[in-house]
């Protein structure tokens, strides 16, 4: 059962996202003086006097159109309204009332829902001749707060949770199974947004053609025959040299956060126009960061031809041998076409991510690599492997216990865990192998 939401609404720069971090104790909203950064809306698990609800932080509503996102961001915050119990009108207690703030009054007088009108950037506590102006806005009284030093924010919340105690929703019963953690990841205008919204079933991150579109790392969580997934769309990854602007940098640091969470990772190539350095480079950061991955070839239907199809997988297969684990899935997010392969191979990577195989699986496995006499020679030396156990998983872990683990070269590492792969199931992750002295 899930949460009751919170909306966190207003035009941009009032302070919403920073509101929003008060609240959650983090920084998990991106906070930056520029307008426009928050586009789409996000989602946050707050707690209050025992009550937990999820704070939702949306892009700041400007009513006029005169940037290609306006748009799109005014219909994801009014999306948040709508499957939102509670509003929160966020108003700038500096500036004033403009025209904006009274169109989305309007908007939400229309509302059968409680809403709060919240003037922030209150930052000295008893000023409330600032106030009076806030009143013709017909929400009712105005909620002094400053998102920066928290004045005010305790009363205000008392109230929410009121407001939500009042609407005697069903309590959170714990019982939920937990979701695998997939995260959408690729450099930027690959089409993650695009397979985001196709796997969701419903318009939640923002498409569009201009790089970058995506800011903040954005959660849904769905459920797909039986099991729940949470999918995380990233911002499009470039190379750090290139990271030029605040609000870029930290979009970086929230995708790799989401990387670092995930059990599973779907690394996003834009098959149009083939493999790059930089796919490269993301497919590094997620296999650094060991999740299982899954190679997802979008745009498949605008590549021309079997010939060149067969050279961009040749291509994937040559430079992408660091991950040769993941498996390859070719695919049209706008179109949806063998998008529901992608189900089947999340569900069998997180299967393998999480495998435990038995010890004597294991050395029954390593007894036949002795018996064919694979090992490794240096002069006089020759390395034994004595037995083998699994000490983790996600990724899985194997120990190998051996005479002399300074003998193990890469060569003979690759050929262990390509053994391993052939004996046992393990696509879609990667598997780490260590090896311990053992006289």
């Given at each position: 059962m899930r949460l009751p939401l919170v909306a966190v609404v207003g035009r941009p720069n009032v302070g919403k996202s920073t509101f929003v971090n008060r609240i959650i104790q983090a920084e998990d909203a991106?906070?930056?003086?520029?307008?426009?950064?928050?586009?789409?809306?996000?989602?946050?698990?707050?707690?209050?006097?025992?009550?937990?609800?999820?704070?939702?932080?949306?892009?700041?509503?400007?009513?006029?159109?005169?940037?290609?996102?306006?748009?799109?961001?005014?219909?994801?915050?009014?999306?948040?309204?709508?499957?939102?119990?509670?509003i929160v009108f966020l108003v700038?207690?500096?500036?004033?009332?403009?025209?904006?703030?009274?169109?989305?009054?309007?908007?939400?007088?229309?509302?059968?829902?409680?809403?709060?009108?919240?003037?922030?950037?209150?930052?000295?506590?008893?000023?409330?001749?600032?106030?009076?102006?806030?009143?013709?806005?017909g929400l009712g009284d105005p909620w002094p707060v400053s998102s920066i030093h928290g004045h005010g924010t305790g009363d205000l919340l008392d109230e929410v949770v009121g407001a939500l105690d009042a609407l005697d929703l069903p309590e959170d019963d714990g019982e939920e199974e937990p979701a695998i953690n997939v995260a959408i990841i690729g450099r930027p205008n690959a089409g993650k947004s695009s397979l985001t919204n196709c796997m969701v079933g419903a318009n939640r991150s923002i498409v569009s053609d201009v790089a970058g579109t995506t800011r903040d790392a954005i959660d849904t969580t769905v459920e797909h025959d039986g099991t729940r997934y949470t999918i995380v769309d990233t911002a499009g990854l470039r190379r750090k040299s290139k990271i030029d602007e605040d609000v870029e940098y930290y979009s970086f640091v929230r995708a790799m956060r989401a990387i670092d969470r995930a059990d599973v990772a779907l690394l996003v190539i834009?098959?149009?126009?083939?493999?790059?350095?930089?796919?490269?480079?993301?497919?590094?950061?997620?296999?650094?960061?060991?999740?299982?991955?899954?190679?997802?070839l979008n745009k498949w239907d605008l590549t021309d031809g079997p010939e060149e199809k067969a050279e961009i997988r040749q291509r994937i297969a040559d430079r992408m041998m660091f991950v040769r684990y993941a498996p390859v899935i070719a695919i049209s997010a706008l179109t949806g076409k063998r998008v529901d392969r992608i189900w089947a191979a999340i569900d069998k990577a997180y299967e393998a991510f999480n495998q435990v195989i038995p010890t004597n699986r294991l050395n029954t496995w390593?007894?036949?690599?002795?018996?064919?006499?694979?090992?490794?020679?240096?002069?006089?030396?020759?390395?034994?492997?004595?037995?083998?156990?699994?000490?983790?998983?996600?990724p899985p872990r194997l120990t190998f216990f051996v005479n002399r683990p300074d003998l193990v070269d890469d060569n003979f590492e690759r050929f262990l865990e390509n053994r391993l792969r052939k004996t046992f199931d393990l696509e879609g992750t990667p598997v780490q192998l260590r090896f311990k002295k053992k006289d």
């Open positions: 991106i906070v930056h003086e520029m307008r426009g950064v928050t586009r789409d809306r996000s989602y946050h698990e707050a707690e209050w006097n025992g009550r937990h609800f999820m704070l939702v932080d949306t892009g700041g509503i400007e009513m006029n159109n005169d940037d290609a996102f306006q748009g799109s961001i005014r219909g994801q915050a009014f999306a948040a309204t709508e499957e939102a119990e509670v700038d207690g500096k500036t004033g009332i403009n025209a904006d703030d009274e169109e989305v009054a309007r908007i939400l007088r229309k509302s059968d829902k409680p809403v709060f009108l919240a003037v922030n950037k209150m930052d000295s506590p008893g000023r409330t001749d600032e106030l009076w102006e806030f009143y013709q806005l834009d098959a149009s126009i083939g493999l790059t350095d930089q796919d490269q480079k993301v497919a590094g950061y997620a296999a650094e960061r060991g999740c299982a991955m899954i190679i997802v390593l007894g036949g690599i002795r018996e064919e006499g694979h090992t490794v020679r240096k002069g006089k030396a020759v390395l034994r492997m004595k037995y083998v156990t699994q000490t983790g998983t996600c």
